[in-house]
């Protein structure tokens, strides 16, 4: 009930309320995002959502498209620009996220949506992130977010959603706004961790070997 009904309800309810609170600020960040780096001012990237079905997520964004003189796109440490990074500690870049929620890709809270071409390297058991929609925010993300290794992350996923409930969401919004305002376990550049998934497995099949 809590999951097929109440939960897709709050969360356009969670939207009709914020939008006055986060609209002017998101016109500032649009504004400021396409004077710092230009056009366009959103990020649109195709990820994996519930059932598998690919949607594509918004963001506002944080680097430049420059290239190398093969035409191919520079490292993302060196097209990310100061004002991208600013956006990314402070999770401003997320705020399109709450389109995402009003076309139903998204909830406010779930598994965080990842890429298309992760699909073959999950487990059975991390599988599981797909039987809910993905989220803005979620356990993971509150516990550690890309400071934490992917087999950890990707087990938060399907732990969240064994016990998916009202009282548990409400625990992860709380802890992402605390999150949020002391930028705790931000890392501007997450492939500087941990990774690409399918590079991380198999790097790890190598070393068991």
């Known amino acids: 009930m809590y999951l097929t009904v109440i939960k897709?309800?709050?969360d356009k309810v969670f939207f009709i309320l914020l939008t006055p609170i986060f609209l002017p600020l998101y016109i500032v960040v649009a504004v400021l995002t396409y004077i710092k780096?230009?056009?366009p001012i959103i990020f649109s990237q195709k990820r994996i959502?519930?059932?598998?079905k690919i949607f594509k997520m918004y963001k506002f964004r944080s680097m430049t498209n420059e290239k190398n003189e093969d035409g191919t796109l520079k490292p993302d440490q060196e097209r990310i620009t100061k004002f991208g990074a600013f956006l990314r500690l402070s999770s401003l870049d997320e705020?399109?996220?709450?389109f995402n929620?009003?076309?139903g890709n998204m909830s406010f809270v779930g598994p965080r949506?990842?890429?298309v071409h992760y699909l073959p390297y999950y487990t059975e058991r991390e599988k599981k992130r797909h039987q809910v929609r993905p989220g803005i925010t979620g356990l993971a993300q509150v516990n550690g977010r890309n400071t934490v290794q992917w087999d950890d992350r990707l087990?938060?996923?399907?732990?969240?959603v064994e016990n998916i409930s009202f009282?548990?969401?409400?625990?992860?919004?709380?802890?992402t706004a605390y999150k949020v305002i002391k930028k705790e376990d931000v890392v501007v550049i997450p492939g500087k961790l941990g990774g690409q998934l399918h590079v991380y497995r198999a790097n790890k099949i190598n070393s068991d070997e």
């Open 49 to 52: 959502g519930k059932d598998e």
């Open 113 to 115: 949506p990842l890429l």
């Open 101 to 103: 929620v009003l076309l």
């Open 95 to 98: 705020l399109p996220g709450l």
């Open 8 to 10: 897709p309800l709050l």
């Open 155 to 160: 087990e938060m996923d399907a732990v969240y």
């Open 167 to 175: 009282i548990n969401d409400v625990k992860i919004l709380f802890k």
């Open 37 to 39: 780096i230009g056009s």
